[in-house]
């Protein structure tokens, strides 16, 4: 079964919530709409306080072609255009409003009726692209890069396929699916619409074998689309990294930044993306509620929600049975890439793909010892690279051995940290060295 | 609410530690342990004990008392792992006393000055046999037979089979190699040598659970096994006085070398693509010192050498990055 070629670990799958069908969160009292949640240019707001919103009204435009609007998830009167601190710990621009009732934007089609492109024969892949634009459509992978960017590739690249990336490699999660369970249908015409935006006829779903009822379901309804193509794939994390899944899916390697996927012909959306483009495109519906795992050891109730945008992930916790006693970290996101938050006040944007509470004694670093050059971080680090080299060369601030020894390269999935027996903080020097060795060549190139 | 921990990602871990890896190796080495005890007895024992008790100690001592290092670093397990590869380096009968000269130099010289567990440059244990076998050549080549009876300290001592198939090259007398014990006799151990070198099938039986429990990789030792006997094997074929291949696989310190020794973690390269380099010039090395060189046995010096040459590896050999382009 195929796999991407260099690296990976696995860490342990702890897929707590893959049987809790997804349930449909509460409306939250006050939703909080963060002005940045898509890597790119911030969203400008353009309602003020007092302004009376409906579900699905854009509240805050794009701030730039790098960026997205953001609609309101909820109906009721804006509170206040503040600030929130986010999961960065920094406080950013946010708008928070009042929920009353819930009374939708007209022109959002609320059925369950399935529309394909055969009943639409008439959208081009312009509009299908404006459509996705003007519904703040962002990858849901966690990324939250903006999706009408990655359909439109700089002159001169030609996309050959549209792969979708449905492998959930990081543990805990199971929000992609348990959409693919549910909404397989959609999924596949949400597949169709973003190989008609790019003008390919070849689409991939690839999905790791640890999901093996997503990949008989949709291997199943895929034979309505004989363009799209089911792969399943061997469990390896970090296997839904762009760079490794295109190895994995086609056999073909990125090359080094700048380089983009399409280069080598491929253009990667995650599932959800894939959802949320046919929600936008086929049922005029913004991008405003996602599916969201709330999963734990000690948590009561791992659960899987369609929340709306704003909710605050406490108000989630609750509904799985509540913060549990002991505690000791919340992430936002997986356990391998995700980022610990400060409190549960945090809304849910349009990258949280999960909420995972980790008890005390998880929460905690090993004793930091030694490098015993075992090589593991070598054997594990997905992009070729030596993690025990670019940590030590970075506490001792060699920038350009770094920059020679390809530190922007690192994609910080993490594995060469999460396999060191010396428990060093690998992932943290390298980070601080990458973003260091990007600003000296950035300020260089400047010149 | 109360305070929750902020750091950043990785979140969860392989559990994997510096202990785990270093007692791996420990459980690993039992079955040529508990040969060595069988064949050499209370000897064996007695040089074993002494060994790790005195490793321990040394590491013990000169953390607490040179260092002033508040977290004493004898509990992760690499001391006790010296100290029972050095005792796999010695005969049975060798002084107690020379032991314990051997454990000082191999963790407070080698190992200890350099900065404690990860940063020597050589192999503590094959530096302190190397250390050993110069100042007292005669006790460290003077090798009691196997099965003497358990409680025998003054057993007959014996030609080994590397001391044999020196002899047939110096004499160049292809037919005293006929002196050689026969290859069951060599693989299950009944043959004169250091502690742990004697039993074969032992090494392999830990071999294959260092691979399983995935503490090392095949690279190195498959590197320096097959480098040995494809070049032993030509040099059979051209001249009968050298001994066959699967001989000198068995004989000596060469498996245990190649399994324990010098896949080392802390001396030896960090690349698959070292590995294998590192690997095969230490099969070289100990073919061209068994022949051509002073000592009958080529293995430590072999992978001394090699560690002297480790930091050069990593180096020049890179592992090849993702979407590198070939240059052509």
């Not at chain 1, 792969?163 to 909404?183: Q, S």
């Not at chain 2, 392989?14 to 039992?30: E, F, R, T």
């Not at chain 2, 004990?49 to 992760?76: G, Q, R």
């Amino acid at each position: 079964m195929k796999t991407f070629k260099i690296g990976g670990v696995h860490p342990a799958e702890n897929k707590l919530s893959a049987a809790q069908p997804i349930k449909v969160a509460e409306l939250p009292k006050i939703a909080v709409f963060p002005m940045g949640q898509h890597i790119g240019a911030p969203a400008k707001p353009i309602v003020q306080k007092g302004d009376k919103v409906k579900v699905g009204q854009k509240i805050a435009e794009a701030g730039g072609f790098v960026s997205a609007p953001i609609h309101s998830s909820v109906s009721g009167t804006v509170l206040k255009v503040d600030t929130i601190v986010e999961a960065s710990g920094y406080a950013k621009p946010a708008v928070y409003i009042t929920v009353e009732g819930d009374e939708w934007e007209e022109g959002i089609d609320r059925s369950d009726t399935l529309v394909t492109l055969n009943d639409r024969p008439e959208l081009t892949d312009k509009d299908i692209i404006s459509k996705i634009q003007n519904a703040g459509v962002v990858g849901m992978g966690g990324a939250c890069f903006p999706c009408h960017v990655k359909l439109m590739p700089p002159s001169g690249s030609k996309p050959e396929w549209v792969i979708i990336n449905a492998v959930e490699c990081e543990p805990y999660l199971t929000a992609d699916h348990r959409l693919m369970l549910e909404h397989a249908d959609e999924i596949l015409v949400g597949v169709t619409l973003l190989m008609k935006a790019v003008n390919v006829n070849k689409g991939f779903i690839a999905i790791e074998k640890n999901k093996p009822d997503a990949i008989a379901l949709l291997t199943e309804k895929a034979k309505a689309y004989p363009e799209i193509e089911v792969v399943p794939l061997n469990v390896k994390y970090p296997q839904g990294g762009e760079k490794q899944l295109i190895d994995a899916v086609v056999g073909r390697q990125v090359p080094a930044p700048p380089a983009l996927p399409v280069s080598v012909g491929a253009i990667i959306q995650n599932v959800g993306t894939a959802f949320a483009v046919y929600q936008a495109v086929m049922k005029n519906k913004p991008l405003f509620e996602r599916i969201i795992t709330v999963t734990g050891k000690s948590l009561a109730n791992p659960s899987n929600f369609l929340a709306r945008m704003g909710t605050p992930m406490a108000q989630l916790i609750d509904a799985c049975g509540g913060l549990p006693e002991d505690t000791g970290k919340v992430i936002g996101g997986g356990p391998m890439m995700g980022k610990a938050l400060l409190n549960t006040d945090v809304p849910v944007c349009k990258g949280s793909s999960g909420i995972l509470i980790m008890n005390e004694k998880e929460s905690l670093r090993g004793e930091v010892q030694n490098c015993i050059r075992c090589a593991k971080c070598v054997g594990a680090c997905p992009m070729g690279l030596e993690p025990y080299l670019l940590s030590a060369c970075a506490e001792q601030q060699m920038w350009d051995k770094l920059e020679k020894e390809d530190i922007t390269s690192c994609i910080e999935c993490g594995c060469c940290q999460f396999t060191c027996p010396s428990n060093r903080p690998l992932l943290d020097l390298v980070r601080m060295g990458k973003s260091t060795v990007m600003g000296i060549i950035k300020s260089r190139n400047a010149k | 609410m109360k305070q929750l921990t902020i750091s950043l990602s990785p979140h969860v871990h392989a559990n994997d530690s510096v202990k785990k890896n270093m007692y791996g190796v420990c459980i690993a080495l039992i079955p040529a342990l508990l040969c060595s005890f069988v064949f050499f007895g209370i000897g064996a024992i007695a040089v074993t004990a002494v060994s790790v008790a005195s490793c321990v100690f040394f590491e013990w001592a000169i953390n607490k008392y040179l260092l002033k290092n508040d977290k004493p670093t004898v509990t992760d397990g690499s001391a006790i792992l010296t100290g029972i590869l050095l005792a796999f380096n010695l005969p049975s009968n060798l002084p107690l006393w020379i032991v314990i000269i051997g454990a000082l130099f191999a963790i407070g010289v080698v190992k200890m000055t350099f900065g404690g567990l990860g940063c020597n440059l050589f192999n503590p244990a094959l530096a302190g046999r190397a250390f050993l076998l110069i100042s007292f050549p005669v006790q460290m080549t003077t090798w009691p037979e196997p099965l003497q009876g358990f409680m025998t300290l003054d057993g007959t001592t014996g030609a080994t089979p590397l001391s044999i198939m020196k002899a047939a090259i110096k004499g160049n007398d292809a037919s005293l190699l006929n002196n050689l014990p026969d290859g069951i006799h060599m693989l299950t151990g009944q043959t004169g040598g250091c502690l742990g070198e004697v039993c074969a099938l032992a090494i392999l039986i830990g071999l294959v659970y260092l691979l399983v429990k995935k503490i090392i990789t095949w690279h190195i030792p498959v590197a320096i096994l097959a480098t040995v006997f494809v070049f032993s094997g030509l040099m059979h074929l051209a001249n009968p006085i050298y001994a066959d291949p699967v001989a000198e696989l068995l004989s000596g310190g060469l498996l245990l070398g190649a399994v324990f020794m010098a896949t080392d973690y802390v001396t030896s390269p960090m690349t698959k693509k070292g590995q294998l380099i590192y690997g095969v010039a230490i099969g070289f090395l100990t073919v061209v010192i068994r022949t051509w060189g002073a000592y009958p046995e080529g293995m430590s010096f072999a992978i001394l050498i090699m560690n002297a040459f480790t930091p050069l590896i990593n180096n020049y050999c890179k592992p090849k990055r993702f979407g590198e382009v070939v240059k052509k």
